[in-house]
T-cell receptor, first 114, second 112 residues
Framework: NAGVTQTPKFQVLKTGQSMTLQCAQD?????MSWYRQDPGMGLRLIHY???????DQGEVPNGYNVSRSTTEDFPLRLLSAAPSQTSVYFC?????????????FGPGTRLTVT | GENVEQHPSTLSVQEGDSAVIKCTYS??????FPWYKQELGKGPQLIID?????GEKKDQRIAVTLNKTAKHFSLHITETQPEDSAVYFC???????????FGGGTRVLVKP
């Protein structure tokens, strides 16, 4: 298994540009989520999905959109990038919800917005 | 919502010494407390977790303790080795769902 994969690894955007961060997992996990990591603030939940076709907001959803058309993929869209979205983004997946399944994290995407 | 505080933010120890990281949480409904290790350039990886019906859990050189009354939990690393150098995160979650609230992280440096 490749586990959780993310592309790209690095990205530089200008303010106002849009882009999609890709996340895929090959473990048949139902639960997927996106976090952003900023210095001294740990990881904060952006959006999550409990299965194909179902998404919900996390702690910091503003400026981001998600969709879940397949079990494997969970892309994160930045509609109009802002410097405040400069961060490292991690995608995670786990087998299910409601019980304490381990979350597996991808390697991250480092995004810089100028 | 839940708030998790983590201390210290940086920790430097001599190889062979012990390291202790402490976290407090605010929501008494939280009952799952994982710890993650993040190495440079990688995503966080689960190293140990504890559930609210357990006060202590140990796995080789790492152990976690939980005090639900005081709402704090701690990670203990004994006989530290250079490969223990990393950023460590605590987190908290409720029974339903997998939404984790993370602490701010602790950068641990083990000096040979």
């Amino acid at each position: 298994n490749a586990g959780v994969t993310q592309t790209p690894k690095f990205q530089v955007l200008k303010t106002g540009q849009s882009m999609t961060l890709q996340c895929a997992q090959d473990m048949n996990h139902e639960y997927m989520s996106w976090y952003r990591q900023d210095p001294g603030m740990g990881l904060r939940l952006i959006h999550y999905s409990v299965g194909a076709g179902i998404t919900d907001q996390g702690e910091v959803p503003n400026g981001y959109n998600v969709s879940r058309s397949t079990t494997e993929d969970f892309p994160l869209r930045l509609l109009s990038a802002a410097p405040s979205q400069t961060s490292v983004y991690f995608c995670a997946s786990s087998y299910g919800q409601g019980v304490f399944y381990e979350q597996y994290f991808g390697p991250g995407t480092r995004l810089t917005v100028t | 919502g839940e708030n998790v505080e983590q201390h210290p933010s940086t920790l430097s120890v001599q190889e062979g010494d012990s390291a202790v990281i402490k976290c407090t949480y605010s929501d008494s409904a939280s009952n799952y407390f994982p710890w993650y290790k993040q190495e440079l350039g990688k995503g966080p990886q689960l190293i140990i977790d504890i559930r609210s019906n357990v006060g202590e859990k140990k796995d080789q050189r790492i152990a976690v303790t939980l005090n639900k009354t005081a709402k704090h939990f701690s990670l203990h690393i004994t006989e530290t080795q250079p490969e223990d150098s990393a950023v460590y995160f605590c987190a908290a979650s409720k029974a339903a769902g997998n939404k984790l609230t993370f602490g701010g992280g602790t950068r641990v440096l083990v000096k040979p």
